[in-house]
């Protein structure tokens, strides 16, 4: 079955800081998601990276994608209280059909 | 608003139980899949319907079962429930084809007593 480690399951940063999370996952897939979900709420789609070396840029999260290395990062620069909440990397899998959710990194950014 | 419509919102019954969970997904999109998200398995894929025809399963109970309508609406039925039934039940759609985020409803929050 299709793996996917999200690290570190914590953070908490202060204001003004950066800091990356990373998703590592264990098929070959092209196809990787990072999802927001803040306290209660549902998931919200933040970044949809589709192919090697993509690079996505919301505010202050970027999102990369190394297929070769199985590696995806959300890197938050300068961040701010109102960034707090869980985010979620996820896999789609080869047949399109699933999709494989990491553990969550919880992030509180301390003003 | 994700366009997916999730209810009810909350559901507390008791242990040996039955519920049905309904999802309307957004307009257009074909495919549906269930989550059931706890605090000790994080988010855990159950089962995807496309076109009303089940097309993936996950980790997902003999004691569960779904089924997507023709107006692709779709339910999840939980029975003999259990105390670690509790949970947050998201559904989520996709539209047909690949290289879609799933558009997350609200949820339904089950509590088991």
């Known amino acids: 079955e299709l793996k996917v480690e999200q690290n570190p399951l914590f953070l908490s940063m202060q204001e003004g800081k950066n800091y990356t999370i990373y998703c590592n996952y264990s098929?070959?897939?092209?196809?990787l998601y990072w999802y927001r979900q803040d306290p209660g709420k549902s998931l919200e789609s933040l970044f949809v990276?589709?192919?090697?070396?993509a690079v996505k840029q919301e505010g202050r999260l970027m999102a990369s994608l190394d297929t070769k290395a199985r590696l995806s990062t959300l890197h938050i620069t300068a961040a701010v209280h109102d960034l707090s909440a869980t985010y979620f990397c996820?896999?789609?899998?080869?047949?399109?059909?699933?999709?494989?959710f990491g553990t969550g990194t919880s992030l509180t950014v301390i003003p | 608003d994700s366009g997916v419509t999730q209810t009810p919102k909350h559901l507390i019954t008791a242990t040996g139980q039955r519920v049905t969970l309904r999802c309307s997904p957004r307009?257009?999109?074909?495919?549906v899949y269930w989550y059931q998200q706890s605090l000790d398995q994080g988010l855990q894929f159950l089962i995807q319907?496309?076109?009303?025809?089940?097309?993936a399963k996950g980790n997902i109970l003999e004691r569960f079962s779904a089924q997507q309508f023709p107006d692709l609406h779709s339910e999840l039925n939980l029975s003999s429930l259990e105390l670690g039934d509790s949970a947050l039940y998201f559904c989520?759609?996709?539209?047909?084809?690949?290289?879609?985020?799933?558009?997350f409803g609200n949820g339904t929050r089950l509590t088991v007593t």
């Open positions: 989520a759609s996709s539209p047909a084809g690949q290289f879609s985020p799933l558009h």
């Open positions: 098929t070959t897939s092209d196809r």
């Open positions: 990276l589709l192919s090697n070396g």
């Open positions: 996820a896999v789609e899998g080869d047949t399109g059909n699933q999709f494989y």
């Open positions: 307009s257009g999109d074909l495919s």
């Open positions: 319907y496309y076109n009303g025809e089940e097309r």
